[in-house]
């Protein structure tokens, strides 16, 4: 079958375009976790030199870091995050917390949060704000809206990069991973929207279907989503909670991609939250709140502890 002319494209594809890469996800977490300058990010990811270089630079290009001289004889400069990058901060909440809820491998960092307003650690909340409850993906709608974009299926070559993470001081091994790797988040979308069987979702994505074939037997293999055959004639793909679980990361991107890159039209998707016990719903406004006191986080608003894992001391 031929690949339509056009395909469907949305906030969330356009922010995977910046941040969907697990070297710039690396780097983005060493951004977080105090990192300025390029040794400190090439300490702190493990990235190559070259890599690395290539990776700061398409973050600048996108103008979510910035350079600034901190020494002009010799002339040095640091990498510090605009607001545009600040912003991918309720996205990084989610991620991390997704990684501490379903991690099957040991990353080498933990990370205390403390909220300033209230004085409490804390864990980070999907909330809708309209309502103060917590977001799941079972409990909202969509519907396509005004700034519903279209684009010929092209794809820039891009390997998946799941090695990437291997030996750097993560605090997100796994689901760096996914949201690093572009197509597998892209497959994921297509889910979560109710596109379920191969060629629905070889429609909405159009890449080529090996590499569709071998993304979606990687997140079978990672218990995101599995095979629920129909009828005894085909399969089709359904989110494990594990799965689910994944869709506030998804949301924060959406939204990130709603403010940078919505079209002058309005929003590419209209959300809806459903009221409880058949009550009518009304439009999502999300938000990644405190765990304790239920307001919005900022990065201004929260410090935080690092904590190095240690190795295991060995017993003679």
């Known amino acids: 079958m031929n690949p339509p002319k056009f395909i469907r494209t949305c906030s969330i594809w356009r922010a995977l375009e910046v941040v969907g890469d697990t070297s710039v996800l690396l780097i983005l977490e060493a951004s977080w976790i105090g990192a300025r300058r390029f040794d400190e990010f090439r300490t702190r990811t493990g990235l190559l030199q070259t890599l690395l270089s290539d990776r700061l630079k398409r973050l600048l290009a996108a103008g979510v870091m910035e350079k600034r001289a901190y020494s002009e004889a010799p002339p040095r400069f640091e990498y510090r995050m605009t607001q545009k990058g600040r912003d991918l901060y309720w996205p990084s909440l989610m991620m991390l917390r997704w990684e501490r809820r379903w991690a099957t491998s040991s990353g080498r960092l933990q990370l205390r949060l403390r909220h300033r307003t209230c004085g409490h650690a804390f864990d980070p909340v999907p909330t809708c704000l309209s309502c103060g409850d917590e977001i799941s993906a079972r409990d909202v709608d969509w519907a396509e809206g005004p700034g519903v974009g279209w684009m010929a299926p092209r794809y820039s070559r891009r390997r998946q ?42 429609r909405d994505t159009a890449m080529a279907t090996n590499i569709l074939s071998e993304r979606l037997s990687w997140l ?70 405190c765990s304790c006191c239920g307001q919005p986080v900022e990065p201004h608003d929260v410090t935080f502890e690092v904590i190095e894992a240690q190795a295991p001391e060995l017993v003679a």
């Open 161 to 202: 990069q799941r090695h990437a993470v291997e030996g750097a001081s993560s605090l997100m091994v796994d689901v760096a991973q996914i949201t690093g790797d572009r197509w597998a988040s892209l497959a994921l979308r297509s889910i979560f929207t109710g596109l379920r069987r191969f060629d629905e979702i070889h």
């Open 220 to 289: 079978t293999a990672q218990r995101v989503i599995r095979a629920h055959e129909v009828g005894g004639r085909r399969s089709e793909y359904r989110l494990t909670e594990k799965g689910i679980d994944y869709y506030p990361v998804l949301l924060m991107l959406l939204q990130w991609g709603d403010k940078y890159y919505c079209s002058p039209e309005g929003p590419p998707l209209i959300l809806r939250h459903k009221g409880r016990d058949g009550a009518p719903g009304h439009a999502l406004e999300p938000a990644v709140t």
